[in-house]
């Protein structure tokens, strides 16, 4: 690099945005995601010892890829280059190709790639890098938001080790938060700056888990609003709202405010109400409640208030779930709606949840013996000689394939536990249950 050249860059890291120059150099500097970074783990591990292998780095925006990039350029001995696949062809990675076998020919090392949005690339552009990732030439970084598992060439993935950056907590934006406005060095502290409790829990909340989006709220905060009589300037809640352009909802996470919420939404679901149960699903959302947290609560509810009056509630409800584990937000929000609304709408009962309460009593206050011998496992050796299963029947063996026969404990016998009602799919469950009955009486009508 000669001296026009470092100027250059020079003057570009001085006007470059405040997320890009808070990034950290080291190990050390770097907030969250210790399920990777943490004392003893694999990533750390490599990096400290620059003995990386080829990796892809998979996570929502801002949580972290290409800061960890930056840190591995800082701080391993082998040459780095940078490229982003939504710019970047084959001849960009050809010419990269060629200086990697230069160098390492040369001087013995190694040149650590890293592609920023690696799912851009099609098939055939990752397929040029797999010779080059197989004989060490290149180590591979790449960056996606997208499942690799889904993006990436299965050959590439197979050549790397993934790990999932996850959003960051809001403990972790307030650290970058306060960074961003105190830090000298790469940060705006030189601007004398303060930021009230509420507006800056505000900023850690509604981010979700998105440092750039905090970071950059905090920067536009500082260069547009006007210095106070004393001198500073005040980011307050009013400031924070505009510059992140999202209104405040009262919401704590750890309060009534939250429980209050939840309870609105669960008994709006309950309540067959889709237009309630949508509207706390999104003051939920905007405020920054896990995405997760609610789908399980949409889960509880398929299985407690709908039920058997519609089966398939709860397999929408968990369906909803795994969605929300593997896309994220903020797209997750057209899953949990679906199932708050499938949820609202559909018929009601709480008949099997009522039948594990009194079975749970049953369990609690009655001692039971055993089970009926003839319904005992009768495969293992020595069972018959015991007389178990030796009178089973087979239910499939008789008309209608039901067979009247004892199932309950002796103890039990003539209790009911589940009262099937008359909505939905569980009206059809009490007919079936009154047709065993039939056959049991031998109604020669059926």
């Known amino acids: 690099m000669n001296l026009f050249d470092f100027a250059i860059e020079s003057e570009m890291d001085k006007n470059a945005p405040l997320a890009a120059r808070l990034r950290p150099d080291t190990l050390d500097e770097v907030v969250g995601q210790e399920h990777i970074l943490g004392q003893g783990k694999l990533l750390r591990r490599a990096i400290s010892a620059d003995k990386l292998s080829s990796v892809i780095f998979y996570g929502p925006p801002g949580t972290g890829k290409t800061t960890l990039a930056h840190v591995i350029a800082n701080t391993t001995q082998s040459v780095f280059r940078k490229i982003n696949a939504t710019s970047a062809g084959k001849k960009d990675m050809e010419e990269v190709v060629s200086q990697a076998k230069q160098t390492l020919a040369g001087s013995d090392k190694k040149t650590i790639l890293f592609i920023d949005e690696i799912h851009r690339f099609n098939k055939a552009q990752q397929d040029y890098l797999l010779p080059f990732v197989e004989d060490g030439t290149i180590i591979l970084i790449g960056a996606t938001t997208e499942n690799p598992y889904f993006e990436v060439n299965r050959a590439l993935i197979s050549r790397s080790v993934i790990f999932e950056l996850k959003p960051l907590t809001s403990v972790d934006i307030l650290k970058l938060i306060d960074r961003a406005l105190y830090d000298e060095k790469k940060g705006m502290g030189v601007y004398k700056a303060e930021i009230d409790e509420e507006a800056r829990r505000f900023l850690s909340e509604i981010c979700e888990g998105d440092a750039r989006a905090a970071i950059n709220a905090i920067e536009l905060a500082l260069l547009t609003t006007p210095r106070a009589d004393d001198g500073l300037i005040h980011i ?114 709480n008949a099997s949840y009522m039948a594990l309460g009194r079975a749970w009593k049953a369990v609690e206050d009655i001692e039971i013996k055993t089970v009926p011998p003839h319904l005992q496992d009768a495969n293992y050796k020595g069972a018959r000689d015991l007389g178990h299963g030796l009178t089973y029947k087979y239910a499939h063996d008789y008309p209608g394939h039901y067979v009247k026969q004892q199932y309950l404990p002796d103890e039990l016998l003539g209790k009911t536990f589940f009262k099937p009602g008359v909505n939905g799919y569980e009206n059809t469950i009490r007919k079936y249950l009154e047709f065993c009955k039939k056959l049991e009486e031998g109604d020669k009508s059926i």
């Open 236 to 349: 307050d809640i009013d400031v924070a709202q505009e510059c992140i352009q999202k209104r405040r909802v009262r919401y704590d996470k750890g309060g009534d405010n939250h429980y209050d919420t939840i309870s609105a939404f669960i008994k709006s679901m309950r309540g067959s109400d889709p237009d309630a149960a949508v509207y706390y699903l999104a003051r939920m959302l905007y405020a920054g409640e896990d995405p997760i947290f609610v789908a399980r609560r949409i889960m509880i509810c398929a299985a407690e208030d709908v039920g058997m009056a519609d089966p398939q509630a709860l397999t929408v409800a968990a369906s909803a779930c795994l969605v929300c584990e593997r896309v994220g937000m903020p797209e997750a929000r057209i899953p949990l709606a679906e199932a708050a609304v499938y949820v609202a709408t559909a018929p009601k009962s």
